[in-house]
């Protein structure tokens, strides 16, 4: 797994993990892109909104999940259907999640469980919440870099705060349409381009990284044993 371009599809993110020399074959594939637009909205949409509810808990164990607000997807964007009183936010992110030039950015299967810790929620969910405003609005990808960009610079969009992190352990997640469920793991946000310094993605190491330039942040993960309803997962590949 090390020794090959690794895409991970996984929030804010959604992130794509590649390894060292694959950057142009990863954007080969960019350019083969099979979902080279956006679907019509309907097919990005859970007609039942509680069935999308129930999905979103299944993001983290329910320990975490059952105290959590979710938000749902609608046609004018990520509504509060559930209140929570633990401070964490569980919702189903759909590709958009991803850096532009992921080749499913626009994948309307994918379907990903996330249930952020509060710090996240303050400070990492408004990216993906200004996403999907921009996406439901018709903007074009480059639009959407450049306005999430411009929100950066004015300071529209909060500093990363400290210990921002999720669960991402859903069973019934759909990462993208080459890794399907692929692992549950836990992801971590930190500002800039940190990997070296968490040792991230050395061999031998379990923690993987990625630099995410477009929300100025590089995103950890770290795989774990159990699927958020206690039962195994596949065993890490190396």
Request: proline letters at 8%; one cysteine or more.
């Amino acid at each position: 797994m090390r020794k090959n371009a690794v895409r991970i599809i996984a929030s804010a993110f959604l992130v794509q993990l590649v390894a060292p020399g694959a950057t142009n074959e990863a954007r080969a594939q960019g350019d083969r892109a099979p979902y080279p637009a956006m679907a019509p909205l309907d097919q990005y949409l859970m007609a039942d909104k509680d069935a999308e509810v129930a999905l979103a808990l299944t993001a983290a164990p329910r320990s975490v999940s059952e105290g959590a607000e979710v938000m749902v997807l609608g046609r004018e964007g990520y509504t509060t259907a559930a209140k929570g009183g633990n401070g964490f936010l569980c919702l189903v992110e759909r590709a958009w999640g991803a850096a532009t030039d992921d080749p499913e950015f626009w994948n309307p299967r994918v379907r990903s469980p996330i249930c952020f810790n509060p710090a996240a929620r303050r400070t990492f969910v408004p990216i993906f919440l200004m996403k999907t405003r921009l996406v439901l609005a018709g903007r074009s990808k480059k639009e959407i870099v450049q306005s999430v960009a411009s929100a950066f610079d004015k300071k529209e969009l909060p500093a990363l705060e400290a210990g921002g992190m999720c669960y991402m352990m859903s069973k019934q997640q759909y990462l993208s349409d080459r890794g399907k469920a692929w692992h549950p793991h836990l992801m971590f946000f930190v500002p800039g381009d940190a990997a070296r310094d968490w040792g991230a993605n050395l061999p031998g190491s379990p923690l993987m990284a990625a630099n995410d330039p477009e929300e100025r942040a590089t995103i950890f993960m770290l795989w774990v044993g159990e699927w958020s309803d206690g039962t195994p997962a596949p065993p890490m590949a190396h």
